[in-house]
């Protein structure tokens, strides 16, 4: 994996984006940080009429235990461009800025940009 412009911290959610994207096989994997340093995972849901992207669910998850802010939130796709919909859930719960780090499926850093 490839995290050298990532700290330790984030390139710890790198492993848990990766971890739950590969569990499931699915499409994508991701993984929040909250405001305690509390950090949350999912993978990409597709269940007839529910589709969460990973990220909507991290951020799903992080809400429902309480975060009331992140810090980062770190993505595992195949390309650099973060879907606006995950970019307005980091937003919902983090505020404007929030480095969300994309990463492709071998753990390179492919862009970061901020909700």
């Known amino acids: 994996m490839s995290d050298a412009a990532l700290s330790a911290e984030d390139a710890k959610l790198v492993t848990l984006a990766r971890g739950a ?3 499931v096989g699915a499409a994508e994997g991701a993984a929040v940080r909250d405001e305690t340093g509390r950090t949350y995972s999912g993978a990409t ?3 007839g009429a529910l589709s969460l ?4 669910l991290a951020v799903a998850q992080a809400s429902a235990s309480g975060a009331r802010g992140l810090e980062v939130a770190v993505v595992v796709r195949r390309d650099a461009e973060p879907a606006e919909s995950d970019l307005e859930a980091v937003r919902a719960l983090g505020g404007e800025g929030v480095a969300v ?3 492709g499926s071998d753990g390179t850093l492919l862009a970061t940009v901020a909700s």
């Open 21 to 23: 994207r590969g569990r």
């Open 45 to 47: 849901v597709v269940l």
């Open 53 to 56: 992207s990973a990220l909507q």
């Open 101 to 103: 780090h994309v990463v």
